[in-house]
């Protein structure tokens, strides 16, 4: 009986005491969503995860043939933090990188570079894309932007408006009785009035009001947009179509999605219009594709949407300079000469009122416009 005893004991202590088999690290590293790269001292690739291929736009087998250099310029900052590091042996962060190159174009992205004491030269790189982020923050500045006009076009509409429909009517009760000489002052009167009324009108627009939603075909809106771009603002120019056919419906307004692409397509014709030759060599390019692993929270709900639909418009126009491209989506924010400022303000409404993202990204020679939107789901069609 003893012998039985000790022996369940000295079973138990070593189950008790065995050490758990080790976890391939390897394996772990794939597992993780961030961007993982190994690189070994001469700065070539030993390893990359599958979110990092993504990343980077290679496959490890075509990685494992380069050095870094051949995708970063070598004055990239990155390269200064690499070398810091293996000197340093310890582990730097950076942030707000960017990455330019014939191969790769990248921007906003966060860095940490780690030196592994095992592996003497080599560093495991961890990279982040904080675009996303970013554009999360300036779409809740859009909307307080447009929350301020909405206010400040309630305020213009009651203590504006009816003024101006007295003036506007003593002028022309006026009208008959001055000598013609002067009746060229009432003109102006009532055509300065009328433009005043437009511009409050424009701003009514930004009002909180709840949008009216529908299962959209999002192609049928785009063909709409060209067809009206083409018989006006973008006569002329070559418009190019990049379409997923198998997109699901956009959850959304029709009318309202007309005018926020029309107001982009016509942005961009302008835009071109404006540089020598612009017409002769213009192109603007409508895409629709389908992404996942973008979510973002509802305005006024807890509930958060899935954002799989991008739509983007793009022109090779001179591009947003850097001073107004932080802004752009602001209230009375504009390059033209005769804008208001007001169309973009209202586009960056439009899409938050959808529950979903704009963002922009502009260089010399090339703009893109990108809208991230919902899909119809379940519920809504529930709701309907």
Known sequence: MKNVVARGRTALVERLTRRPPPIDSIAVLGAVPIPMVLLDQNNGFRYANQAAEQFLGMSMLQLAQIQLDALLPS????????????????????????????????????????????????????????????????????????????????????????????????????????????RELTDLIRDEVDRIRDLVDRMEVFGEKPVDRRPVNIHRVLEHVRRLAQSGVASGMRISETYDPSLPPVW?????????????????????????????????????????????????????????????????????????????????????????????????????DHGGLIEVDSRPGRTEFRLCLPVMTETDSDGQ
């Not at 000197?87 to 030196?115: A, G, W």
């Not at 003497?120 to 006009?149: F, K, M």
């Open 75 to 182: 004055d990239n900052p990155l390269f200064h933090i690499i070398a810091q590091v293996r000197s340093t042996e310890t582990t730097i962060s950076d942030h707000d990188l960017n990455f330019e190159s014939p191969r790769l174009q990248k921007r906003h992205i966060s860095v940490h570079v780690t030196s592994l004491v095992e592996e003497p030269g080599c560093v495991l790189l961890t990279l982040q894309d904080v675009s996303a982020a970013r554009a999360l923050d300036r779409q809740i500045a859009y909307r307080g932007a447009a929350r301020s006009v909405s206010g400040m076009a309630a305020i213009l509409a009651h203590e504006v408006k009816n003024p101006l429909s007295g003036i506007r009517g003593a002028a022309q009760l006026l009208e008959p009785n001055v000598l013609p000489q002067d």
């Open 252 to 352: 959304g307004n029709r009318d309202q999605l007309v005018q926020v692409l029309f107001n982009l397509v016509k942005n961009a014709a302008e835009a071109i219009d404006g540089t020598p030759n612009g017409r002769e060599r213009a192109e603007i390019g409508l895409t629709t594709a389908y992404q996942h692993g973008m979510r973002l929270a509802v305005a006024g709900s807890p509930q958060r949407v899935h954002l799989p639909l991008v739509v983007t418009v793009r022109d090779n126009g001179p591009g947003i300079s850097e001073d107004i491209r932080p802004h752009l989506f602001e209230a009375f924010v504009t390059s033209k000469s005769s804008g208001s400022g007001l169309g973009l303000a209202l586009v960056a409404k439009i899409v938050g």
